[in-house]
């Protein structure tokens, strides 16, 4: 196994944002996890890459139990994380992004920028442009992109298709699929779950902070309580409780009412620690 997540508690000071997850991804896989807002996707991931401390529980990565490693020699270790809401510095041209992501390497990048390139022809014909002067989907390519250059085993995504075009949403998930058959393992989070769930082999479902089911990415497709929860049948519906099967398929996509946000440049800011009344592990 390459990943581990065992049994994973995580507080934002008192609150408890995960409470006993469990989550393993085998080298080459692609697993997804999917779940309302606020289930705790996102945390799982920044736990993963060591934005957030354990309270309990343990991770291991590559046969070593990295709980307590901090997230910088994590990236090292091959962890690499594309964040929610992608993080590109927007004064900073496209292709000095990319050397960020490749800042705790040493050494020549030409390689892997030629790579990323390759992967992304968009972001060569800008590598010269403002990373803040791209639109949305540019920047979620370019944020994909850093993530590679520190050559990860595994890539952490989180939401990468939000605010996105239906026809690039298309284009990120069939970029996702060739990174992994490239080789890199892939632990992608996504609310849009029809998608995720088409590229995934496994997939998990969370509800508040816990993992309500876990099988064959595929069978989940076909699960009545999924798809009356996730797929578009029914907006409140949720997996844990006694929800009526059936409702509307995967066509009738919440993801077309994002069409509107996306050609206009995004500045977002870069991805840091967030700061509350949580002492940071040490
Ligand atoms: N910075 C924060 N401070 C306090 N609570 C937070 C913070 N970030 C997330 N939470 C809480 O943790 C839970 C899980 O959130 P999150 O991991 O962001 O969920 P998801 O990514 O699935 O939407 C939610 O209840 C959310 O309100
Ligand atoms: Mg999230």
């Known amino acids: 196994m390459l990943l581990e997540i065992n049994d994973i508690h995580v507080h934002y000071g008192k609150i408890a944002a995960l409470k006993g997850i469990s989550v393993e991804v085998d080298e080459g896989e692609i697993v997804t996890l999917i779940g309302a807002n606020g289930a705790g996707k996102t945390t799982t991931l920044k736990t993963v890459s060591g934005l957030r401390p354990l309270s309990s529980g343990s991770i291991r990565f590559a046969g070593a139990d990295i709980s307590k490693m901090p997230g910088h020699k994590r990236v090292l270790a091959g962890i690499g994380q594309s964040p929610e809401g992608r993080g590109v ?24 920028l030629a790579e990323v390139y390759e ?44 605010g ?36 995934a082999h496994r997939a998990y479902v969370l509800e508040t902070g816990r993992v309500v089911k876990s099988a064959p ?26 929800t009526p099967a059936g409702g509307p398929a995967a066509d009738a996509s919440p993801s077309v009412a994002r069409e509107v946000s996306e050609e206009a440049p995004l500045v977002a800011a870069p991805e840091t620690v967030e700061e509350d009344d949580t002492p940071s592990s040490s």
């Open 164 to 199: 996105l075009a239906p026809k690039l949403v298309q284009q990120i998930f069939s970029i996702i699929v060739e990174i992994n058959r490239r080789g890199t393992t892939v632990l992608l989070v996504e609310q849009n779950a029809s998608q995720a769930l088409q590229i």
């Open 89 to 112: 510095f927007p004064g900073m041209t496209v292709e000095e992004n990319l050397l960020m992501g490749a800042y705790a390497r040493r050494g020549d990048f030409s390689q892997e």
């Open 119 to 162: 992967l992304f022809p968009r972001l060569a014909e800008r590598k010269s442009q403002a990373g803040g002067t791209m639109s949305g989907g540019e920047q979620q390519m370019l944020a994909i992109g850093r993530a590679l250059m520190a050559k990860p085993k595994v890539l952490l995504l989180d939401e990468p298709s939000m």
């Open 217 to 242: 990415a595929a069978d989940l497709l076909d699960d009545p309580q999924v798809r009356a929860a996730y797929l578009g049948g029914g907006a409140d519906a949720q997996v844990g409780t006694d």
